[in-house]
């Protein structure tokens, strides 16, 4: 199929809200590594690697070919019966997760991760009220748009019973209008103040992002979680990272975001790198936690033997190739290259993330800090047109996404600087 065609027949077969990127989308051929092909011929060089989920490089061999053997061996047999990479893989996770955490349950997606740790969490603690984060997001269904806090995901008759949200720790844009560190990270006192009048007063669990990728990647301040944590604990409540996006290496030194704030999560979920594209979700919980679910569950697909294989393979290229020291390395040098670009550019109000997750929050003045959603849109298609792919996010959609795969060199780094300086340049606000 042609250009056009695929992009008649998305517009005439496909749902509208899931909207396009460019005003000339990019319809995808191939990929390999850090690069993708459109049907023109065209290569890009891939610094949103499909949302932050190609973590190890498109079709990277590795995992495409223990991928190809699984599926010409044992595709699937559901949940009922187990299986060797199932366990395997799970055996893996609860070696890599921070503190006790144990046990996993497997499904398909982001969605019913927190899904699944949200209901879990209820029958745990056998409380109800669960308090998420303003700007955060946590999926597609139901309850994950309810969890959700940005508006433009939330049309669509949501009634959220028993979430409430605190505010974001959002420094850049501070909801409380303080400047940290004088503000005493005043924003994380919100939880408690959330807590007490709009909960029961006692909830079942604190969810957040480690960093709220869609968003606009906000990083907290460094006691954030420590302060939260002592919070949700004195309310009865779980403390469930969303590592979605910052989780498996992609904030470098260590494997899940939260580590970065030195807290011990009673659970947490995963999907999107974890696999390198193979669709997955994970909650991982510590054995109580784990233990205290109440009757069944199924997930058809949850674990099959394919997708247990892809997350298995990649996690062992980013133990093999040392990637969590990779994206530590690499992404200090792009986050360098980036502060360079802000130095030149007005337009950059802000360089902010951690590793190889790293966003650019762009405003027309870095006084009023007033957002430049159109510029945002500009750069980004002019990235595309100069051979380099970047995402975007924010609630004001000014928000530039970097994410590239977590074993780029410092070369591929050169090369998305030079693009981003010469789109940079031709940005007309
Ligand atoms: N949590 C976070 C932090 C996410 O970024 C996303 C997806 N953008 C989800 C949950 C939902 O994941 P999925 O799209 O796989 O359902």
């Not at 560190?181 to 994380?188: E, M, N, R």
């Not at 580590?259 to 979700?281: F, L, Q, S």
């Not at 590793?355 to 500009?378: F, H, I, S, Y």
Request: proline share 4%; charged share 20%; hydrophobic share 40%.
């Amino acid at each position: 199929m042609t250009h056009d065609e695929v992009v008649k027949k998305h517009k005439d077969y496909l749902f509208p809200c899931v909207s396009l990127y460019y005003t000339k989308p990019l319809v995808a051929d191939r990929g390999s590594m850090q690069y993708v092909w459109d049907v023109e011929g065209n290569r890009y060089l891939d610094f949103f690697g499909g949302i932050l989920t190609i973590s190890v490089g498109h079709c990277n061999a590795k995992v495409t070919s223990k991928i190809k053997a699984q599926v010409d061996r044992l595709q699937h047999t559901s949940t009922v019966y187990p299986n060797e990479h199932i366990v395997a893989l799970a055996e893996k996770l609860a070696e890599i997760t921070p503190g006790r955490l144990r046990k996993s349950f497997f499904c398909n997606s982001g969605t019913e991760a927190d899904e699944t740790a949200v209901m879990l969490a209820r029958m745990a603690t056998g409380n109800f009220d669960v308090v998420a984060l303003r700007h955060g997001y946590s999926g597609h269904s139901l309850l994950a748009k309810s969890l959700t806090a940005h508006s433009s995901y939330r049309r669509a008759g949501i009634v959220s019973v028993g979430i409430s949200h605190a505010v974001s720790p959002y420094c850049y844009r501070c909801p409380l209008h303080l400047t940290y560190p004088g503000c005493g990270v005043a924003c994380a006192e919100d939880v408690e103040e959330t807590i007490r009048t709009t909960t029961s007063g006692s909830i079942a669990a604190f969810l957040a992002e480690t960093i709220q990728g869609v968003g606009g990647v906000i990083v907290p301040p460094k006691e954030y979680f420590k302060i939260v944590f002592t919070i949700v604990k004195k309310y009865g409540g779980l403390f469930i990272a969303d590592e979605v996006q910052a989780g498996f290496g992609r904030t470098g030194k260590h494997w899940f975001g939260i580590e970065h704030w030195e807290v011990e999560p009673d659970m947490i979920t995963g999907a999107k790198g974890m696999a390198n594209g193979t669709p997955v979700g994970l909650c991982i919980a510590t054995p109580e936690v784990a233990d205290s679910f109440k009757g069944l569950t199924i997930s058809t697909f949850g674990g099959n033997p394919v997708t247990s294989v892809a997350a298995k393979a990649t996690i062992e290229v980013i133990e093999e190739e040392r990637l969590l020291e990779n994206v530590d390395r690499v992404g200090a040098y792009f986050r360098k290259g980036l502060e360079g670009l802000q130095q030149k550019y007005p337009i950059i109000g802000e360089v902010r993330g951690l590793g190889l997750m790293q966003g650019l929050e762009l405003v027309k003045d870095r006084n009023t800090k007033e957002p430049a959603p159109e510029a945002t849109n500009q750069f980004l298609g002019l990235c595309r047109d100069n051979g380099l792919l970047v995402g975007k996010g924010g609630l004001f959609a000014n928000v530039i996404r970097l994410s590239p795969p977590l074993n780029i060199q410092e070369s591929d780094v050169d090369v998305a600087i030079e693009i981003m300086d010469k789109s940079f340049a031709s940005v007309r606000v």
